[in-house]
């Protein structure tokens, strides 16, 4: 089936550090796969942070970045500099174009901690 | 700004009990859904609609039932909670247009004891 794999929680890491949370997917029923990295913020749900729908494209929100690989079958997300309010939990999902009976398969999530 | 709101956003239910998830959207949006996340998993999907008065089996609908009874309104229920029903249950929403820009809710916690 379609799955998601991502590197899991906790990860900690020091303010003005650099981050990276890996992300690999297996889409055997989805001929184009889209890809979508969420956050969720503490007591709110989640909301999309960045997507990217075409193979070797790269998304960036927020000073984010992730760049589709279809070779790799990786979508890893990076920052340069986190700050304390990135502390969260960010989740990578894999879907279709999105049409009638379209669905996301997400990751487990990974809960960033930014330490100041 | 869109806005997904669930209701209640904890629950303690007792074993063999009716429970009752609520969500709400004002979005206009055509597509809800439901999932449910346990600690170790990331979020499965349970039910989803794409037009009010019909609803759709996810990748885990046992034991679950949805109702969508209008374009805002969007139930999850659990007619015979089980222990293994105890879960975080996010509801969320989407235009048809959007290619999977989902819009949660902020979860409801729920406990069966």
């Known amino acids: 089936g379609d799955s998601v794999t991502q590197t899991e929680g906790p ?5 003005s550090e650099s981050l990276i949370i890996n992300c690999t997917y297996s889409a055997t029923s989805i ?3 889209n890809l979508f990295w969420y956050v969720r913020y503490p007591g709110e ?3 999309l942070l960045l997507k990217v729908i075409t193979a070797g494209q790269k998304g960036s929100s927020r000073g984010f970045e992730a760049t589709y690989n279809k070779e790799t079958t990786s979508f890893h997300l990076q920052k340069a500099s986190v700050q304390e309010s990135d502390s ?3 989740y990578c999902a ?3 174009h999105g049409g009638t009976g ?3 398969s997400f990751g487990k999530g990974a809960k960033l901690t930014v330490s100041p | 700004e869109a806005a997904v709101t669930q209701s209640p956003r904890s ?3 007792v074993t063999g009990g009716k429970v009752t998830l609520s969500c709400h959207q004002t979005n206009n949006h055509d597509y809800m859904y439901w999932y449910r996340q346990d600690t170790g998993h990331g979020l499965r999907l349970i039910h989803y609609s794409y037009v009010a008065d019909s609803t759709e089996k996810g990748d885990i609908p046992d034991g679950y039932k949805a109702s969508r009874p209008s374009q805002e309104n969007f139930s999850l229920i659990l007619e015979l909670a089980s222990l293994s029903q105890t879960a975080v249950y996010f509801c969320a929403s989407r235009d048809w247009a959007s290619q999977n820009t989902l819009y949660f809710g902020a979860g ?3 406990s069966v004891l």
């Open chain 1, 88 to 90: 969260a939990v960010y």
């Open chain 1, 11 to 15: 990860v900690t890491v020091s303010e």
């Open chain 1, 102 to 104: 379209s669905k996301l």
């Open chain 2, 11 to 13: 629950k303690v239910a």
């Open chain 2, 108 to 110: 409801t916690r729920l």
């Open chain 1, 31 to 33: 001929a184009y796969p």
């Open chain 1, 94 to 96: 894999l879907g279709d």
């Open chain 1, 45 to 47: 749900g989640l909301q």
